[in-house]
C-alpha cells in the first residue's frame, strides 16, 4: 500500500500527525506533499517539529493568493507528482483549499481519494471552506468521518454506504498524545498567564474583514480584558486586518502565531475560549472547557448538542456571556469516537479497502 499525504495549512498538521504514525506502524509506504499554503515558520514548520512530522517528501511552495490562484497553483504543481509517485491513496484533510484542490487533481487521474473529516456542513456557502467541503466529499473515494452526524449528512446526500466510514476525531488523538508535552511546556508561566485566563483566537473573512464586525469584537474583548487576562494569539491575516483598521485591543495581550504546545497549552488551563476555528470548538469539547464561538453556524454541530460549544451570533454579547460563567460552567460529554484511537481506525479502514 502508497500513500500520498496533502497538507497545506496550519489546521491540516495536527490532523495528519497521528495519520501518519498509525501508517508508520502498519508499516506501508507514505510520502508527504506540502502545498506551501502555509508558509511561515509559525504557521507550519513548527507545527511539524512538534508534531513530530517528518519534513514534506515534496513542497510546491504555492504561497498565499486568491481562491482561484491558490487552487489552480496547487492543482497545476500537484499533477506531475502525483503522475510520478502513483500512490493507491491520496489522504486529503479538513477543508482548506489545499484539499479541494489535490482532490480535483488526484480524481481527475484516477487516484483514489480517501477525506480525513468528511460530512461537516455549516450550509453556509459564504464560508469557502463550505464550498471545499461540498466538493471534497463528492470527490472522494472514501470519506471518514469525525461524528456520526457528519455520516448520517452524508448518507442524505447520496454517497453509498460503503464509501463512507466513521472513525472518529483525529484532532483528539493530537490533543491526548499531546498533552504531557503542552502542559510540561512551561508556556503559560513564560508569558507570565496563570489559570483562568480567556484565551481568543480570530482570523475568518466574516469576523476580521468587515472593519465594524472587527471594532465590535476588539469592544467586547476589551471590556472582558478589564476583568481577567484575555490572551489572543492573532493569525497574521487578522494582525492585518486590526492594523489596517486602526483598532486598539486595549489590555488583551495580543501575541504572534504560537505552536501547537502553547496553544494547548493555554486552552487547558483556560477560563474559556472565544474564537472561530474549527479546531478549537473540538479541542474545548474535548478537554470540557466551555467556548463562544463567534459565528451564525458550525459545521461542527455536535461540539453545541454534547460538547461545551457555544454560538453566539452578536459579538457584543460574548463579554457579557463569560463573566456569566462564574455562576454556570456548561457541562459536556465527550463525543463517540473522540478518544485518542481515531487514526488506528483510518488505517483498518484503508486495508480493508487494499485491492
Ligand atoms: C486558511 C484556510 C482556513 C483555515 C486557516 C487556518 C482556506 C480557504 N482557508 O485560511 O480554512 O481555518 O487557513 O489558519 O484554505 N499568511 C501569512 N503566513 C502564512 C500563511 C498566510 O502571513 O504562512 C497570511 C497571508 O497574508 C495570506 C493570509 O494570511 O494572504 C491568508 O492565508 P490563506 O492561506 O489564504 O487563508 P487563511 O486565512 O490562513
Redesign the pocket.
Known amino acids: 500500500m502508497r500513500l500520498l499525504h496533502i497538507a ?4 491540516n498538521f495536527p490532523k495528519l500527525a497521528p495519520v501518519h504514525r498509525a501508517v508508520c506502524i502498519a508499516g506501508w509506504e507514505q510520502v508527504i506533499v506540502h502545498t506551501g ?4 515558520l ?3 514548520e513548527q507545527f511539524f517539529e512538534q508534531l513530530g512530522i517528518p519534513t514534506p517528501d515534496e513542497n510546491l511552495e504555492v504561497g ?2 486568491s ?1 482561484a490562484v ?1 487552487t489552480a497553483r496547487v492543482m497545476e504543481r500537484l499533477e506531475p507528482v502525483l503522475v510520478d509517485r502513483r500512490p493507491d491513496w491520496v489522504l486529503v484533510y ?6 479541494v484542490a489535490a482532490a480535483l487533481a488526484a480524481s481527475k487521474l484516477g487516484i483514489r481519494v480517501a477525506h480525513v473529516e468528511a460530512g461537516l456542513r455549516s450550509y453556509d456557502r459564504a464560508m ?2 463550505e464550498i ?1 467541503r461540498i466538493v471534497t466529499d463528492r470527490l472522494a473515494d472514501l470519506l471518514l468521518t469525525p461524528s456520526r452526524d457528519a455520516s448520517e449528512t452524508l448518507k442524505r446526500e447520496g454517497e453509498p454506504d460503503e464509501e463512507i466510514a466513521f472513525v472518529g476525531n483525529v484532532m483528539i488523538d493530537t490533543l491526548v498524545h499531546a498533552l504531557p508535552a503542552a502542559r510540561a511546556s512551561g508556556f503559560r508561566s513564560q508569558l507570565g498567564v496563570g489559570d483562568g485566563a480567556v484565551v481568543v483566537t480570530l ?3 466574516s469576523n476580521v474583514d468587515d472593519p465594524v464586525r472587527l471594532g465590535r469584537i476588539a469592544a467586547g474583548l476589551r471590556q472582558l480584558a478589564t476583568t481577567r487576562p484575555v490572551v489572543f494569539p492573532a ?3 487578522t494582525r ?1 486586518r486590526l492594523a489596517a483598521a486602526g483598532i486598539d485591543l486595549g489590555e488583551v495581550l495580543v501575541l504572534d502565531p504560537i505552536g501547537y504546545f502553547a496553544m494547548l497549552d493555554l486552552v487547558q488551563s483556560a477560563f474559556a475560549v472565544v474564537t472561530d ?3 478549537l470548538q473540538e479541542e474545548t469539547t474535548a478537554l470540557g472547557i466551555p467556548c463562544f464561538t463567534l459565528r451564525d453556524n458550525t459545521e461542527r454541530p455536535v461540539t453545541v448538542t454534547e460538547g461545551t460549544n457555544v454560538l453566539v451570533r452578536d459579538p457584543s454579547a460574548v463579554a457579557g456571556l463569560v463573566s456569566e460563567l462564574t455562576q454556570r460552567k456548561p457541562q459536556g460529554r465527550i463525543p463517540e469516537g473522540w478518544d485518542g484511537h481515531a487514526a488506528e481506525r483510518i488505517v483498518q479502514a484503508l486495508a480493508e479497502r487494499d485491492r
Open positions: 497545506g495549512a496550519r489546521p499554503q502555509h508558509y511561515d509559525a504557521m507550519s498565499s493568493a481562491h491558490q479538513g477543508d482548506v483549499n489545499s484539499t469557502p471552506e471545499n482570523h475568518r473573512p493569525h497574521p491575516r492585518q476555528s474549527g479546531g
